[in-house]
């Protein structure tokens, strides 16, 4: 008989069953909710390790408690993990128990009583004006850059382009390396961005990073010119050799805080969602409505796009402080 520290393990009947449960799940969320790959693989990681913890305990998802799942979130929080972790490692409990419960697969939802960790929706990271013009600037001196062979040209132009479109459009890093190539039309004023969901938005471009993406395509021309370069055929606007066939947002992200250091930022404090950040909050603090900006950046929700409001509020003390009579001067 094991001891008590001894990890039971689950038997192959309860494994197959979880392994199944969660596949149903992730159908469901992918055909029904147009759940994107990111959110599925994350799904898929938070399940497992659920199962696991409840196989030590003679369970699975089909017979856990609302004990179990306590104790769960518990384990998490002895292993470490950060509120943010374990508010969506019970979002994914949450989501799968009222799956079984709608499909009839438990009569009842063990889940629907818990209660997750308090947490303070931390402010954005955001970049100043100046400092996404640094940005800007670095990457278009390392273009002019001279002696570049043109696969090296055509690297900084793809920064470039990259950079200048990701500030002009507020897109999420994945909707913006996987933009086909058709969204560097010439005459193109609005792209088409099919984001989470699968739903579609439209996003207006800006001179900047229409004229960006004219010298990176050119770029593009001359290296195919001269190196028969195959990823230049692709559909694609940033193509990759990569099993995705475009550019990965992690490459992107290493070549932003590449540049991040070379304009004397922080690399830390750059990232492609931080400059998603900075085109919000720049609109706002300009003046755009806030349900502008949820449109422009995608979310189903107001109160997503509300993380802002702060940029909001200092521009109306601002204001206040400027402009009123009375204000203290």
Known sequence: MPSAKTPVAKTPVARNSDVRLTTLFLDMLAAEQ???SNTLDAYRRDLEDLS?????????????????????????DARGFKSASVARRLSAIRHLHRFMLNERMRKDDPAAILSGPKRGRGLPKVLSIADVDRLLGKAKELTEAPGLSS????????????????????????????????????????IAVRGKGDKER???????????????????????????????????????????????RQHFARELKELAATAGL??????????????????????????????????????????????????????VRDLHPLAEK
């Not at 459009?169 to 193109?188: M, N, Q």
């Not at 998603?276 to 422009?296: E, K, P, W």
Request: glycine share 4%.
């Open 34 to 36: 147009g759940a994107g």
């Open 151 to 190: 696969l090296q040209m055509l690297r900084a132009k793809r920064l470039a382009c990259l950079l200048e479109v990701l500030y002009a459009t507020g897109l999420r890093v994945s909707e913006l390396v996987s933009l086909p190539l058709s969204a560097a039309r010439r005459d193109a004023r609005m």
């Open 202 to 248: 439209l996003v207006p471009l800006n001179d900047a990073s229409k004229q960006s993406m004219i010298d990176y395509l050119a770029a593009i021309d001359v290296a195919r010119t001269e190196n028969k370069n195959a990823a230049a055929n692709s559909k694609w606007l940033f193509p990759s050799f990569g099993e995705s066939g475009h550019l990965s």
């Open 266 to 319: 922080s690399p830390r404090l750059v990232s492609p969602h931080v400059l998603r950040h900075a085109f919000a909050s720049h609109l706002l603090h300009n003046g755009a409505d806030l349900r502008i900006v949820q449109t422009l950046l995608g979310h189903t929700d107001i109160s997503t796009t509300q993380i802002y409001t702060h940029v909001v509020e200092e521009r109306l003390k601002s204001l």
């Open 52 to 76: 696991s913890f409840l196989g030590n305990r003679k369970a699975s998802f089909a017979s856990a408690s609302t004990e179990d799942l306590r104790a769960f979130l518990a384990d998490l």
